[in-house]
């Protein structure tokens, strides 16, 4: 049976930090809009905007991920690229093991030295297994050093229930994730590499001596949705058909809006395109998105001690949207919690307080709030003019 949360999650994204789920428990779940009924195992909407999980069911049950596998295969590639480790114009050589690879492929074989580029296109793009293999072993130098690369990067993630077995999701013991694991990752994979996501948005591509009928992108919903612009499907005979879609649509007043759906453990290619096109699809129009505070704006500037500057402006560095039910923003009211007196030294990006933004008596969402600018401490004669201050106070 499909379930809402009994509680908007917010997802905080941090390049150097695992994702982290804050729960604010709804005073009326019945309030809510109820997501639709879908045809899945398993599945997850996410507002990456907003940072907020919209509807859920059964997020933590273990699963197998298929060519899902791929997303965390892609995250470590693109890191070595970022990183110089590889360039997309080097050459990797095809192993035997590699061209031996089973279910779907590039095509490629052991008298080819291919681009890495290439290698990128053919495991997004074709979901070539071959591929992947190829990449792994010139990343991780075995893919079985590339899948203790894997392991340690999901928990660096934060990804508690994820254990990898191989680089490109074939079916064996132990090869497991959860929709809450995929979507920590594909946002992070979203968050963390922008220059490469394009790559997912690619609805064709074809490798010399690769078949016409295997150039086509097998996440249908880039051919009928303008607007998503990826991520990843994936089908075993243990997983059903899987897919992690994404989309972006621009709204007035807020700008771009990023919806992610994962659907697992659907019955069919077409029914796990339609189950997810239902999701974001519902989550665009059940939830308007609302933009409290542009991004690097301060929320509240209170007065500090002791410091060379007489106030701190507290904020964030992203916008800090929150997503409600369509029609409800009006209800919206926010609270600050924060040390008082405030004392220098602040250093610029230190937490020093927490805004809740509520609807009646509940919390949409909790986020940290941080000094938006370094406020060194005061000389000695400052502070203790702030001292005497502070004692008379």
Avoid at 7 to 35: D, E, F, H, I, N
Avoid at 123 to 147: C, H, K, P
Avoid at 283 to 288: K, R
Avoid at 373 to 389: C, L, M
Wanted: aromatic fraction near 6%; charged fraction near 20%; glycine fraction near 8%.
């Amino acid at each position: 049976m499909n379930r809402f949360l009994p509680a908007l999650r917010a997802l905080v994204l941090s390049a150097s930090t695992a994702a982290m789920l804050l729960v604010a428990p709804l005073a009326s779940a019945q309030a809510l809009p109820q997501p639709p009924e879908v045809a899945a195992k398993a599945y997850l909407l996410f507002d990456v905007t907003s940072g907020q999980i919209l509807a859920e069911k059964d997020i933590d049950a273990p699963v197998e991920p298929a060519s899902l596998t791929k997303l965390m295969s892609a995250y470590l590639v693109f890191d070595a690229l970022r990183a110089k480790k590889i360039s997309l114009q080097q050459t990797l050589p095809v192993s035997t093991r590699a061209w031996k690879m089973p279910g779907s492929r590039m095509f490629i074989d052991p008298k080819m030295q291919v681009p890495v580029e290439d290698l990128v296109k053919g495991m997004i793009v074709q979901s070539g297994n071959d591929a992947t293999m190829a990449l792994a072993e010139g990343v991780g130098g075995s893919s079985e050093r590339f899948v203790q690369m894997m392991n340690d990067q999901a928990k660096a993630l934060g990804m508690k229930n994820t254990s990898y077995t191989n680089p490109e999701g074939l079916t064996e013991p132990g090869h497991t994730t959860t929709a809450r694991d995929l979507g920590t990752l594909a946002t992070r994979l979203m968050h963390d590499f922008p220059e490469y996501v394009g790559y997912y948005a690619m609805k064709e591509y074809r490798y010399p001596g690769t078949p016409a009928s295997n150039s086509h992108n097998r996440n249908t919903l880039l051919y009928r949705d303008p607007t998503v612009d990826g991520l990843k499907t994936g089908h075993t005979n243990a997983a059903g058909y899987c897919l992690v879609a994404t989309a972006k649509r621009d709204f007035p007043n807020v700008g771009p809006r990023r919806l992610l759906s994962v659907v697992l453990g659907a019955s069919s290619e077409s029914a796990r395109a339609n189950e997810s096109q239902k999701l974001l699809n519902w989550g665009y129009t059940a939830f308007e998105a609302v933009k409290l505070f542009d991004a690097g704006k301060p929320v509240v500037t209170p007065a500090v001690w002791k410091g060379t500057s007489s106030t701190l402006a507290l904020g964030r560095p992203e916008a800090i949207v929150v997503a409600v039910p369509s029609g409800t923003a009006a209800n919206l009211k926010t609270e600050i919690a924060r040390p008082d007196p405030l004392v220098a030294p602040f250093a610029k990006g230190q937490r020093v307080g927490t805004l809740k933004v509520k609807t009646g008596d509940t919390v949409v969402r909790e986020l940290p709030l941080v000094a938006l600018d370094a406020v060194p401490q005061a000389g000695i004669f400052g502070r203790s003019w702030d001292a005497i201050r502070l004692w008379i106070k």
